[in-house]
């Protein structure tokens, strides 16, 4: 084996690529992106917009959070960070039963603008990446780095001090994703017996005598409800959520099972993985 420098190319006025050919290599395959959100989806390409111009590129993730993504040869510049930051706000309005993400793609993201992509981001969602093309042989390599990832405000503590009530959630949701919620929490009974349903400003979870104990949350969205689990990695209850087919997870940052549901059908045709979930979550935390 003999290591190698790769020889590193400049796309801006390259004869041999364009940025249709980069948008394209991207639409095919989007995980080339590795933005870190799961896998991602191509909706569109060129999506026109309303008030005039064309967004690069509109991809999905499996949450249904969408990414506005802008293509810049060349290093970034004040009409390409505008235009990304207006496209994002367009679909955004467009679209509000999704959480938006703007995503910025540049050869070189200068140190300049770098500080004022910061000063937007929390503010706005915004993921910078920068691109790299290097020759390989006949062919061209391309390497997307994240320089820059979205900033998730707020803490757990700060999301308590923030309290919401039902009409909220079924704003934020749909009233048949609410019943859902409601009809796991009476079909837990005994379990759960002395907890009430506590509505925060990002998910609902459990409080007894007014106190928190979220060793189970509810996250509905529009068409899904995630159902998370606090507690140590089980194999064996892994092992059974692989084998029923179900849409899940397991953070290790924050020791937790996230379960992606449709309808009480569903968590009835597993009802017994979900007691002990609950039996576990309850084991760990309290």
């Known amino acids: 084996m003999v290591l190698k420098t790769l020889e590193k190319i ?39 917009q309303p008030a005039g111009g064309r967004l690069d590129l509109l991809l999905a993730d499996d949450d249904g959070n969408r990414y506005e993504v802008e293509i810049q040869l060349g290093p970034t510049d004040p009409s390409h960070i505008i235009r990304t930051i207006e496209y994002w706000d367009s679909e955004k309005k467009r679209y509000p039963q999704y959480d938006h993400c703007a995503v910025i793609v540049a ?12 000063l937007f981001n929390g503010s706005i969602p ?6 790299s093309a290097y020759k390989v042989g006949d062919d061209i390599a391309l ?20 309290q919401t009530d039902r009409n909220y959630w079924v704003n934020r949701s749909t009233k ?11 079909d837990l009974g005994d379990l759960i017996s002395g907890f009430e349903l506590k ?14 104990k979220n060793f189970m949350s ?19 209850i892994t092992k059974t959520l692989e084998d029923q087919g ?19 059908e569903e968590y009835q045709e597993n009802r017994e993985v979900f007691i002990k979930l609950v039996t576990n979550a309850k084991d760990y935390l309290l």
């Open 10 to 48: 400049k796309l801006k006025n390259n004869p041999d690529i364009n940025e249709d050919m980069i948008q394209k290599f991207i639409f095919d395959d989007p995980a080339v992106l590795d933005l870190g959100v799961g896998d991602l989806t191509a909706i569109q390409r060129e999506k026109i």
């Open 107 to 118: 050869e070189e993201v200068t140190g300049r603008f770098m500080n004022v992509i910061s």
């Open 126 to 131: 915004l993921i910078a990446l920068q691109l």
């Open 143 to 162: 390497v997307f780095t994240k320089v820059l990832d979205r900033i998730e405000l707020g803490t757990d503590e700060e999301e308590e001090l923030t």
């Open 176 to 186: 048949d994703m609410m019943k859902i919620v409601d009809l796991i929490y009476k």
């Open 199 to 212: 509505y925060n400003k990002f998910y609902i979870g459990l409080s007894s005598n007014g106190v928190s």
């Open 218 to 236: 509810f996250t509905p969205k529009k068409k899904f409800i995630y159902l998370e689990f606090r507690g140590h990695e089980d194999v064996e």
């Open 246 to 264: 179900l849409d899940f997870s397991y953070d290790g940052k924050w020791r937790a099972y996230k379960v992606k549901i449709s309808s009480f």
